[in-house]
């Protein structure tokens, strides 16, 4: 019995894996926004001069043609009160970019810096500049101009306020003058449609939550420790970011490992999942029947009579869920942080504005919670409804087999999305 058992679930885990391959790219909690270190550029100044190291990442220099010194002479520009410094020389450093030297018409102690690098490849393309001071600014293709001050502060040049409400560059709000209640519903909406695109683990949520029998409380706590983790994660790799600019590791690195880690802690989850569906259907012999006192004559192998759900019946059975396993999911899922949320925090820091860009990222986490939950909730509800309204008897015990189904999913996406982490890291 346990052998043949083992043998089926074995069949099952291996077409959940095709399953979660093909869904990996929509499922896997870290995989919905990979990304690699900003393009940076360092600013200080001497007297007259001031000079900018602009440095990026290998495959963003792999877009450009070398020199790339060559390629920056067009695309960073320093000027003092509205006078262009001009531009003496350019250096470039091999296999990172370049440094310009600017000489202004009078000391310097405060400048308009505006970079335009790569903006013409792609839009998306955003340049954190820094000073020693800890100042700094976020320069977009919207925005590419801002000034920095090298007495210790920092301020980019503010967007009326009715364009950076609807623009889609959250950290544009942070140099606003937006008052903060609307910024936060910004980032709230910001953030629930931001969970809707792929990825965010909502399909292998969604499977552990059937997997397990849960509930709405179970559901809405995975929402809530993936908004906390996100927050958390943000801050983190944000101000480590700031205060480690120059020796800081490269963010895509450290991408790829808390991509090994949330997918480790997938597989680890759902092979859980299928240990306890392993134990409990020698048990329970039918597979989907009670087993838990409410008496075998509401109808054997063939759930409740009454709809109550899934498997061993969401809202009577004994959730399969633990506290931990909710938290260790829920934390998977926010680990890594989306770019937006990331800069949006790093230019608050670099503004002088932090508190406020960190409740904004708390906003975004929020937003994001409320939607993974009420994919969770929905799914629940509907596998509920679904079991309620089937006629069929065959229907109803293939049914019954979701929970199982989708544990399996969980493992298998777990160990697939393990693997190409291991790969990205090796390659």
Request: with cysteine.
């Amino acid at each position: 019995m346990i052998g043949t058992t083992a043998r089926g679930l074995a069949r099952l885990l291996a077409a959940a894996g095709v399953v979660a391959l093909y869904l990996l790219g929509a499922a896997g909690p870290g995989w919905a926004h990979p990304f690699g270190p900003p393009l940076a550029a360092k600013a200080t100044a001497s007297g007259d001069t001031v000079e900018v190291t602009w440095s990026a990442a290998a495959d963003d220099l792999a877009r450009l043609a070398p020199p790339v010194g060559g390629y920056l002479r067009e695309h960073i520009a320093v000027s003092q009160e509205g006078r262009a410094c001009r531009l003496e020389a350019v250096r470039d450093l091999p296999a990172s970019g370049a440094v310009l030297r600017f000489r202004c018409p009078a000391a310097v102690r405060a400048v308009t810096l505006t970079i335009t690098t790569l903006t013409d490849l792609d839009p998306a393309y955003r340049t954190v500049s820094t000073t020693p001071g800890g100042g700094g600014a976020l320069h977009t293709a919207d925005s590419p101009a801002h000034v920095l001050r090298f007495d210790g502060t920092g301020s980019t040049l503010a967007p009326p306020v009715a364009s950076a409400v609807w623009t889609a560059e959250l950290s544009s709000l942070v140099g606003s003058d937006v008052v903060l209640p609307l910024a936060l519903l910004v980032a709230l909406v910001a953030g629930a449609v931001h969970a809707c695109a792929p990825g965010h683990g909502k399909t292998l949520t969604a499977g552990y939550l059937v997997g397990g029998n849960g509930r709405t409380r179970d559901a809405v706590l995975l929402g809530v420790v993936v908004a906390a983790m996100h927050t958390v994660s943000v801050a983190v790799l944000a101000v480590g970011w700031w205060l480690m600019t120059d020796s800081a590791p490269s963010l895509g690195a450290v991408t790829r490992w808390l991509q090994l880690a949330g997918a480790l802690v997938v597989l680890g989850v759902g092979v859980g999942l299928l240990r306890r569906h392993l134990r409990l259907r020698p048990t329970h012999g039918h597979g989907h029947g009670h087993g838990h006192g409410h008496g075998h004559g509401h109808g054997h192998g063939h759930g409740h009579g009454h709809g109550h759900g899934l498997g061993h019946g969401h809202g009577h059975a004994e959730s399969l869920l633990t506290w931990r396993g909710i938290v260790t999911m829920g934390a998977s899922g926010g680990l890594l942080p989306s770019p937006s949320a990331f800069l949006l925090l790093l230019t608050g820091l670099l503004t002088g504005r932090a508190g406020f860009a960190l409740a904004m990222v708390a906003a975004f986490g929020v937003g994001m919670a409320v939607t993974l939950a009420g994919v969770g909730i929905a799914v629940l509800r509907g596998g509920n409804a679904l079991m309620s309204r089937a006629r069929s008897a065959r229907l109803r015990q293939w049914i019954g087999r979701l929970p199982l189904i989708a544990a399996a999913l969980v493992a298998a996406g777990g160990l697939a999305a393990s693997a190409m982490a291991v790969a990205a890291l090796t390659g």
